[in-house]
Nanobody, 129 residues
Framework: QVRLQESGGGSVQAGGSLRLSCAASGYTGTINDYCMGWYRQAPGKEREGIAGIYVRASSRYYADSVRGRFTISADNAKNTLYLQMTNLQPEDTAMYYC????????????????????WGQGTQVTVSS
């Protein structure tokens, strides 16, 4: 049974930083073999794909809203996906989800599609001004 478990969310002031983690288990192979993505959804808004990575192809994607502030990375040995977030702003407040899909072509679609096969439960990030 595949599972994605996010952690690392919390409350910070504007300008602060957080690092989200997403531990993957139950997959055939490692996260390097999948299109992995970070999404967020604020109340009343649609889910937004903000960062994606396909390690085997050295492919990374960032939405305009986070480019230059957020960094997506993967640790193959720990089978864990990360999202380093810096210079956080109140508009970054949302529930953050990680997702995985075996269709690696998804990592080349911009913006990231929301039909990934596997999703975590989410971790809340709240940024106060």
């Amino acid at each position: 049974q595949v599972r994605l478990q996010e952690s690392g969310g919390g409350s910070v002031q504007a300008g602060g930083s957080l690092r989200l983690s997403c531990a993957a288990s139950g997959y055939t192979g490692t996260i390097n073999d999948y299109c992995m993505g970070w999404y967020r959804q604020a109340p009343g808004k649609e889910r937004e794909g903000i960062a994606g990575i396909y390690v085997r192809a050295s492919s990374r994607y960032y939405a305009d809203s986070v480019r230059g502030r957020f960094t997506i990375s993967a640790d193959n040995a720990k089978n864990t996906l990360y999202l380093q977030m810096t210079n956080l702003q109140p508009e970054d407040t949302a529930m953050y989800y990680c997702a995985a899909d075996s269709s690696t072509s998804n990592c080349y679609l911009h913006p990231l599609p929301t039909n990934f096969g596997d999703w975590g439960q989410g971790t809340q990030v709240t940024v106060s001004s």
